[in-house]
């Protein structure tokens, strides 16, 4: 797709603006109300009565605008708003100065993780979750400039890439209900608990899939407890004595249950639905989480959970006018 900027170069009106815009990101904004953004202390006034220029709602729409044209960046980004049709079509009164873009994303790192969860709940009232889970972690790469990113192995790549990582819970049509910024791709046992605890407080699941990495015994009986089956390859890892079994959930339910059977066929149907974690996953790297242009871990984070709001809304705008959750753009 074509950027707003590159697209209004023969734009000569604002009425024909307007008309230009209703094919762009003007639709995801039809079916979701941003005003809970002034419910936040960050963006409230400062004590000696100062109120911001711009109102939150209206940076964030211009945020997700930007997103959603493949822009990235504090700069970047500032050079879009501040071009004369776009500030003012999302209810900015004069374009923002840099600084102001810089202070929102950093204020935003304060509530990023609420507007994500607040968008997940969303996208549930409307039916957009199924049964199934699937976890998973990705690369993250930054620009070189970023001294808080690090040198990381991508097995899955069998390549070196400079950046952080992140991992997901997803379901549905390409929908990310969990999530959490990490250092490098390599998730630990905290990180995969802390991630699969947050998905399950959205609604529990029939199937929490993962690859072998989640060949955790922690993360097995967590959710069996709660009700949910968990399915990833098992890990012989140094044992000098593996167990003869494809999946470890075979062995949690023979150690915990006399009763419940579980039989290989099911449980490789069900795993090979694992590759809709990994559609998710491109499908928020087209909303921008694959390169983060920001400097420093806190703007880095803020801009990776403004990539997984922005495909949450593209997600709920698609269900809402009658297309499939699951496309990338409208």
């Excluded at 220029?53 to 980004?77: A, K, Q």
Aim: net charge negative; charged share 25%; aromatic share 10%.
């Amino acid at each position: 797709m074509s950027s707003t900027t590159a697209t209004l170069q023969d734009v000569a009106s604002v009425d024909d603006f307007l008309n230009v815009a209703a094919t762009e990101t003007v639709p995801l904004f039809e079916h979701l109300d941003f005003e809970f953004l002034l419910e936040y202390d960050v963006f409230a006034p400062s004590k000696r009565g100062r109120t911001r220029v711009h109102e939150p709602p209206d940076l964030f729409c211009g945020f997700l605008h930007c997103y959603y044209e493949n822009v990235y960046g504090t700069r970047p980004v500032t050079r879009e708003l501040q071009h004369s049709l776009v500030w003012y079509y999302y209810g900015l009164d004069k374009p923002p100065s840099r600084d102001t873009v810089d202070r929102f994303l950093t204020d935003l790192e304060h509530v990023i993780d609420d507007i994500f969860d607040r968008l997940v709940e969303q996208a549930a009232a409307r039916g957009l979750l199924d049964s199934t889970y699937s976890i998973d972690s990705t690369h993250i790469e930054a620009i070189q400039h970023n001294d808080a990113a690090s040198w990381n192995y991508d097995p899955t790549a069998e390549e070196y890439y400079y950046g952080f990582g992140c991992t997901i819970v997803s379901t549905g049509a390409k929908i990310p209900i969990a999530a959490e910024f990490t250092q490098a791709k390599q998730v630990d046992q905290e990180t995969a608990m802390r991630v699969t605890r947050d998905a399950l407080a959205v609604d529990t699941p029939v199937w929490m899939l993962g690859d072998s990495a989640y060949d955790i015994l922690d993360w097995h009986d967590h959710l069996l407890a709660a009700g949910v089956v968990p399915i990833a390859p098992y890990n012989p890892r140094n044992t000098d004595d593996p167990k003869d079994i494809e999946y470890r959930v075979e062995d949690r339910i023979k150690e915990h249950s006399e009763d419940v059977q579980l039989k290989q066929p099911i449980l490789d149907e069900t795993y090979n639905n694992r590759t809709g974690v990994e559609r998710t996953n491109d499908a928020v790297k087209d909303c921008g989480l694959g390169h983060v242009r920001a400097r420093g871990r806190v703007h880095a984070r803020t801009e990776v959970f403004l990539a997984l709001c922005l495909r949450l809304v593209v997600a709920i705008t698609n269900y809402e006018r009658g297309n499939s959750p699951g496309c990338e753009k409208l």
